[in-house]
C-alpha cells in the first residue's frame, strides 16, 4: 500500500473537523451581520448610499479611520483595491508592490488590465517592503522614457502572513512621499494585524502617513463588502465617478452599509479578528516542532504557512481542505477565521501530527 494511502487510512479513523483551514473566505457571515442585514431588509430605501445606513456607515468609518477620511463601498476585494489604485494613480504612472502581493499574483492582473497600470513587483524574503527598495526607483522620476513610480502599495498583514509595524509603516509613508509617490494599503486582513500589534485601524494607516486602504469586511465575517479609506477629500479625487466606471457601485449599498455598522460599531471587527488570531497561535503551538512539520517564522496573524512531508499534503487536503501554497516547499497554508473554534484546532492538529509522524517513521 502506498504511504499516502496509509495516510489516508489513519486519518479516517481521527475525529474530524467541523471547520475548514483552506482561507478565511471559507466562514460563514458573523451572526451580528446576519442580523444587521436583516434589519436592514426592512421597507423601501434610496439607492446607491442615498440611505440612513450608508450614512452611519460613513460616520463610523470616520470615527474609527479619522474625521478628514472619505469612504466608497465596494463588492470585493480586488474592486477595491483597482479602485483605490485608479483614484491614486496617473495614467502614466506605476505600483510599487511587493513580488507576490495580491495585486500582483492573486487577481488576475485586473490592475493592469483595466488600469494599463505597470506594476514593478520587487523580490521580498518576507513579503515585506523595504524603504531602501523605493528609493532605488527614485531616479525614474521626471525622465520621460520611464514609467513614472506614482504608488506604494502593502499589504497588511503580508500574503507571507507577516506584519509591518508602526514604525516600518511611518517609514515607507515618509520615503514614498519624499519622492512623490503615494502609500497604499491592502487591507484586507488589516483588522488581524491591528489585533495583532494590539493598535487601532487609524494607528497603523492614516496616523503614520497612508493615503489609501482597501479595508477588508469579507474574511472578517460579511457576508460581502469591502471599502476603500481616503485619508481626505482631496486624496479621493474622482472616487465617485471612478467607482461606478469600476462596476463597484451597489444600488443597494445600505446591504454593504449595514454589514460594516455591525463590523465597526460594537467593534466586532476586533474581536473577530482576535479570535482568529488567538486560534492560529494555538494551532501553531500544537503542531510546532512536531516530527515532520516545520514551521519557519512565528505565528503572528489567522495564518500559517508550514513545510509538511510531500506524502502527507494530498491526504490531509482531502480530510479537511487547504491549499498548497509553494508546491516545490511542499508547503501549504492554513488560515483560521472569525468562527474557528478550538475544538476544531485540535482535531486537526491531531490529524497533522499524526499524518506527518507515520511519514517520518517510514523514511
Not at 503580508?158 to 503615494?182: F, I, P, R, S, W
Not at 497604499?184 to 497612508?210: E, M, P, Q
Not at 457576508?223 to 485619508?231: C, S
Not at 479625487?237 to 451597489?250: D, E, F, I
Request: hydrophobic share 40%.
Amino acid at each position: 500500500m502506498m504511504l499516502a494511502e496509509q495516510i489516508s487510512e489513519l486519518l479516517a479513523t481521527l475525529p474530524k473537523p467541523v471547520g475548514w483551514f483552506g482561507s478565511d473566505n471559507q466562514s460563514g457571515a458573523h451572526g451580528e451581520v446576519v442580523d444587521a442585514i436583516t434589519e436592514a431588509n426592512a421597507g423601501y430605501a434610496s439607492g446607491y448610499g442615498g440611505d440612513p445606513w450608508t450614512d452611519r456607515c460613513n460616520d463610523l468609518f470616520r470615527d474609527t479611520f479619522g474625521s478628514e477620511t472619505e469612504t466608497f463601498l465596494t463588492f470585493n476585494g480586488t474592486g477595491a483595491n483597482v479602485l483605490a489604485l485608479q483614484v491614486l494613480l496617473p495614467k502614466y504612472g506605476a505600483v510599487i508592490c511587493a513580488a507576490g502581493a495580491h495585486i500582483d499574483v492573486d487577481e488576475t492582473g485586473a490592475p493592469e488590465r483595466i488600469l494599463g497600470a505597470k506594476l514593478i513587483a520587487l523580490p521580498t524574503s518576507d513579503g515585506k517592503l523595504r524603504p531602501e527598495q523605493i528609493t532605488e526607483f527614485a531616479h525614474f522620476t521626471d525622465v520621460q522614457h520611464h514609467v513614472q513610480p506614482s504608488v506604494v502599495s502593502v499589504t497588511q498583514s503580508t500574503e507571507l502572513g507577516t506584519l509591518y509595524t508602526v514604525d516600518e509603516l511611518a517609514q515607507l509613508a515618509y520615503v514614498a512621499h519624499e519622492n512623490g509617490m503615494l502609500l497604499h494599503v491592502d487591507g484586507a486582513r488589516l483588522s488581524n494585524a491591528a489585533a495583532a500589534l494590539g493598535v487601532s485601524l487609524k494607528t497603523i494607516t492614516f496616523d503614520v502617513g497612508v493615503d489609501a486602504v482597501s479595508f477588508g469586511g469579507t474574511k472578517n465575517g460579511m457576508l460581502g463588502g469591502e471599502a476603500v479609506v481616503f485619508n481626505n477629500r482631496v486624496t479621493a479625487g474622482g472616487a465617485t465617478y471612478l467607482r461606478k466606471q469600476a462596476t463597484q457601485l451597489s444600488s443597494k449599498m445600505r446591504f454593504i452599509s449595514a454589514q460594516f455598522i455591525a463590523m465597526l460599531e460594537n467593534e466586532l471587527w476586533l474581536r473577530s479578528a482576535t479570535h482568529a488570531n488567538e486560534m492560529a497561535t494555538l494551532l501553531d503551538s500544537l503542531v510546532r516542532d512536531q516530527p515532520g512539520v516545520r514551521l519557519e517564522r512565528p505565528t503572528k496573524v489567522n495564518s500559517l504557512f508550514p513545510l509538511l512531508p510531500q506524502a502527507a499534503i494530498a491526504p490531509l487536503q482531502a480530510w479537511v481542505p487547504h491549499y498548497t501554497w509553494n508546491e516545490p516547499l511542499n508547503q501549504v497554508r492554513w488560515v483560521t477565521s472569525f468562527d474557528t473554534t478550538a475544538e476544531d484546532v485540535t482535531k486537526f492538529a491531531d490529524g497533522v501530527v499524526a499524518a506527518c509522524a507515520l511519514t517520518t517513521l517510514r523514511s
